[in-house]
């Protein structure tokens, strides 16, 4: 039963944790594509009205770049002039058949940004926290019974072995082997030694 318990608290922490990182992940994912529809957004406005972007809201999470087919360029402003690493993007490029081009570069999903998401929402961060404490008290819980039990075992094993028992024995069988040599003498001393035995696996009983 407190087996079953210590196992009980390691699932349900098990849950809780998946359940906390899940939530924070599902939050920082919206949050980025949010920002990213929102510089999607303003790059269309600039396009439509001809003019060039020159802020965007959330530079850090891509750009676009849409080239014409008379060859003029709409794009962010900084664009070209910060530099660029693009492992950390993923791109699209497409071109129309009337030969306009449009590229895409979107940030990927960074672990740096991941946890200063998470840290900003204590909740998700609460149920994982107490998912990892709540499994941690369970296995913790489970290492101190199995303990018990070895002690337990250990303990059982010294109980059903008395101690001098084989000294005891082998003079048992040293008074049987002279038993040809002095009879009497031998017989006597085997009926102490199991007396002695028998008295003493009775007290532990």
Do not use: C
């Not at 296995?139 to 039990?149: F, H, K, R, T």
């Not at 040293?174 to 009926?191: C, F, N, Q, R």
């Amino acid at each position: 039963m407190k087996i079953f318990l210590s196992l009980i608290f390691v699932i349900w922490g098990l849950l809780l944790f998946g359940l906390g990182i899940y939530t924070s992940f599902e939050i920082y994912a919206i949050n980025k594509q949010e920002k990213i529809n929102a510089n999607f957004a303003s790059f269309m406005l600039s396009v439509y009205e001809g003019k060039e972007l020159k802020k965007m809201d959330y530079p850090d999470q891509g750009f676009f770049i849409f080239k014409t087919v008379e060859g003029k360029i709409y794009t962010y402003g900084q664009a070209f002039q910060n530099p660029t690493d693009v492992n950390m993007y993923l791109s699209y490029h497409k071109i129309s058949p009337s030969k306009s081009e449009v590229y895409i570069y979107t940030r990927k999903y960074n672990f740096g940004e991941y946890i200063e998401e998470m840290l900003k929402n204590p909740t998700s961060l609460g149920i994982a926290l107490a998912g990892l404490i709540l499994s941690a008290i369970g296995i913790v819980y489970m290492l101190i019974l199995q303990a018990q039990q070895k002690n337990t075992e250990v303990k059982i094993v010294e109980k059903t072995y008395p101690q001098g028992l084989e000294k005891k024995l082998k003079a048992l069988r040293l008074a049987i082997a002279t038993h040809g040599v002095i009879p009497k003498e031998s017989i006597e001393e085997a009926k102490r030694i199991l007396d002695d035995i028998l008295k003493e696996m009775e007290g532990r009983k």
